[in-house]
C-alpha cells in the first residue's frame, strides 16, 4: 500500500504513547489528526515544542509536520478519522484499581455513528470493552464499534518499538474496524494477533505483570546472592543463557519503577481481586518491590552508620535511562527516605531535572555528575544514563569527602571502581575486594556446559 492510500487516523490524547502512535503512523504515511485536552501542550506541537525526552520523537514529529495535525476538538478526529485511537492516561486510584476517568470522558464525547470505531492503546483491566460496548448500546451508539490494540512500547525506545514490534494485538468483534487496525500495522511485518476483546486487554497486563515479575525475582535472587557470597551478575548470565528463560530483565537492582510496571501490576492484582481472586504471586512482586528501593539505605547505614548530616549524592534520577519520566522512580523513594534520615541530598540527571524538580523537594540539583559529587560522604547510581559509563572514577574519588559509591543498577565494573580508591557496593555482588574469573561457557558437541566461579575455584556442570 502506498502512503498516498493509507487511510487518516486520530490519536486522543497526546502523552507518551499518543505522539509516538501519531508519529509512528505518520512514518507510515497516514495523516494523523491529534486530539488533546491540555491545550498549552496541543500549542506547543502546533509550533513543533515537543513536551517529552523521547529519543528521535522531535525528528519525526517535525519531519512529519504536514501530516499530523493538532487539535483540542475531538471534532476534527471525527471529521477526518473513522479509527480513533485513544492513548489518555489510566494512572492508579487509592484503591489501586485503573483510573478510567479520562477514558470515559473520551467514550462520553462520541456521537452515534456507524462509521467511527474506538481502537483503545491505553491500558485498561479486562471487561473495559465490554463496559464500553454496553454503554454504547445503552445511548443508542451500538454501531459504534470498539477495538482493544494494547501498547506495548517502552519508553526511551519508543520509536523503534513502534516500528519494529514484537506483535501487534488486536481483539475486536471479527469486524470492519478491526480489519482496518489490520491493515493499518500490516507494513510493519510484525505478527499480528487477532482474539476477543478480553483476552486482548489481559495480554497486556499479564506481559507486565510477567516482566515485573521477573524484575523481582532476580532481585531476591540478588538479595540471597549477598548472604551467600555470589554474584547475581553471574548468576543471572548463567540463567539468561537458558532459552527458557532468556537474558532480559534479569538485572538486579532497586527496584522498578515507571508509568506502567507498578501501576499495572496493582491493578491486575486488583482486577483479580475484584472477581474474588487473590492473585498471590502479585502481592510478593510488589513488596518485593517496595523492599528493593529501600535497601540502598541499609547498605549506606552499613558503611555510614548514621546518616544524619551525610552528604549524599545521586546520579541519575529518571525511572530508567533515555527518559525523563519520573513517575513512581525509584529516586523519589529514595531521596525521601534520605531526607527523613537527616542526609543531605544533591542529585543530577542528564534530562529529568524539571520534571524531577516537580517531584522532589529538599534536593539540590547538581550541573553535571561531577558537581553532584562534590564533597560527598557516598554516591549511589540510580539511573544507568551512558554518560556515566565514562565519569572519570578517580577524579570521583578526589572529589568526595567519604568514598562508598553504592552501584544501583551493577553498572560499574566492582574492580575499576575499587581501583580508583573508591569502595564498591553494588546490589546482589560480593562487597569483598578479589578478582572473580569471568564464568566461561564451553560448547561440547551438542550440550552446553558451563563453568561457574566460586570462592573456591571453578566447577563444571553439565546441563
Ligand atoms: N508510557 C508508556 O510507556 C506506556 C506504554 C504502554 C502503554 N501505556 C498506557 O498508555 C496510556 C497513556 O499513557 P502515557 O504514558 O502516554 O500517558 P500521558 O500521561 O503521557 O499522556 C496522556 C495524555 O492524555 C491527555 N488526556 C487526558 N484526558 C484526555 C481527554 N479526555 N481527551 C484528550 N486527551 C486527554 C493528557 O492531557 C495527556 O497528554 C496509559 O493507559 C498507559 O498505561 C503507556
Redesign the pocket.
Known amino acids: 500500500m502506498t502512503a498516498t492510500e493509507r487511510e487518516p487516523i486520530a490519536v486522543?490524547?497526546?502523552?507518551?504513547?499518543?505522539?509516538?502512535t501519531a508519529a509512528g503512523f505518520a512514518e507510515l504515511g497516514n495523516e494523523v489528526w491529534c486530539?488533546?485536552?491540555?491545550e498549552a501542550?496541543i500549542d506547543g506541537l502546533s509550533e513543533g515544542r515537543i513536551?517529552?525526552w523521547e529519543p528521535g520523537l522531535e525528528d519525526l514529529v517535525l519531519k512529519h509536520r504536514d501530516r499530523l495535525h493538532f487539535s483540542?476538538d475531538?471534532a476534527d478526529a471525527l471529521e477526518h478519522a473513522r479509527l480513533l485511537f485513544v492513548?489518555?492516561?489510566?494512572?492508579p486510584t487509592y484503591s489501586g484499581d485503573?483510573d478510567l476517568?479520562?477514558?470515559m470522558?473520551?467514550v462520553a464525547?462520541m456521537p452515534a455513528s456507524d462509521r467511527h470505531a474506538l481502537v483503545m492503546?491505553?491500558?485498561?483491566p479486562a471487561g473495559t470493552g465490554d463496559t464500553i460496548k454496553r454503554l454504547f448500546r445503552e445511548q443508542g451508539k451500538e454501531d459504534f464499534k470498539y477495538v482493544s490494540c494494547?501498547?506495548?512500547?517502552?519508553?526511551g525506545s519508543?520509536i523503534a518499538d513502534f516500528l519494529h514490534p514484537d506483535r501487534v494485538v488486536i481483539g475486536d468483534d471479527d469486524d470492519w474496524a478491526g480489519d482496518a487496525v489490520q491493515a493499518l500495522y500490516a507494513p510493519l511485518g510484525a505478527p499480528i494477533l487477532r482474539m476477543d476483546i478480553r483476552s486482548a486487554e489481559m495480554v497486556?497486563l499479564a506481559s507486565n505483570a510477567f516482566l515485573a515479575t521477573k524484575i523481582s525475582f532476580i532481585n531476591e535472587i540478588a538479595n540471597v546472592c549477598e548472604e551467600t557470597g555470589a554474584d547475581v551478575t553471574e548468576v543471572a548470565r548463567g540463567m539468561g543463557l537458558d532459552e527458557r528463560i532468556g537474558p532480559k530483565f534479569l538485572q538486579a537492582g532497586i527496584g522498578f519503577g515507571?508509568?506502567?510496571f507498578p501501576?499495572?501490576v496493582t491493578a491486575l492484582k486488583q482486577l483479580a481481586g475484584n472477581s474474588g481472586y487473590h492473585f498471590q504471586l502479585l502481592n510478593a512482586v510488589i513488596e518485593v518491590n517496595e523492599l528493593q528501593k529501600r535497601r540502598v539505605i541499609a547498605k549506606l547505614h552499613k558503611h555510614l552508620g548514621t546518616l544524619v548530616g551525610k552528604e549524599i549524592a545521586l546520579l541519575g534520577l529518571a525511572f530508567k535511562p533515555n527518559t525523563d519520566?519520573m513517575?513512581e522512580a525509584s529516586s523519589l523513594v529514595l531521596s525521601a527516605r534520605l531526607s527523613s534520615e537527616g542526609a543531605t541530598v544533591r542529585a543530577y540527571d542528564p534530562v529529568a531535572e524539571e520534571e524531577a524538580r516537580k517531584l522532589i523537594p529538599n534536593v539540590e540539583f547538581a550541573p553535571s555528575a561531577l558537581d553532584a559529587v562534590d564533597g560527598a560522604d557516598a554516591v549511589v547510581l540510580v539511573t544507568e544514563w551512558r554518560e556515566f559509563a565514562d565519569l572519570d572514577l578517580a577524579e570521583v574519588a578526589e572529589r568526595m569527602r567519604g568514598s562508598l559509591l553504592i552501584d544501583g543498577r551493577n553498572f560499574y565494573d566492582p574492580e575499576a571502581v575499587r581501583d580508583s580508591g573508591l569502595t564498591y557496593e553494588g546490589i546482589g555482588r560480593s562487597t569483598e575486594d578479589k578478582t572473580v574469573a569471568p564464568a566461561a561457557i564451553i560448547d561440547t558437541d551438542d550440550k552446553v556446559v558451563s563453568a561457574i566461579t566460586s570462592d573456591a575455584g571453578i566447577h563444571t556442570r553439565g546441563r
Open positions: 486522543i490524547g497526546t502523552g507518551y504513547v499518543g505522539l509516538v486530539i488533546d485536552i491540555d501542550k513536551p517529552i483540542t475531538v492513548a489518555v492516561g489510566t494512572p485503573a476517568t479520562a477514558v470522558s473520551v464525547s492503546k491505553s491500558t485498561v494494547p501498547e506495548f512500547l517502552k519508553e519508543a497486556k515507571g508509568s506502567c501501576k499495572d519520566d513517575r
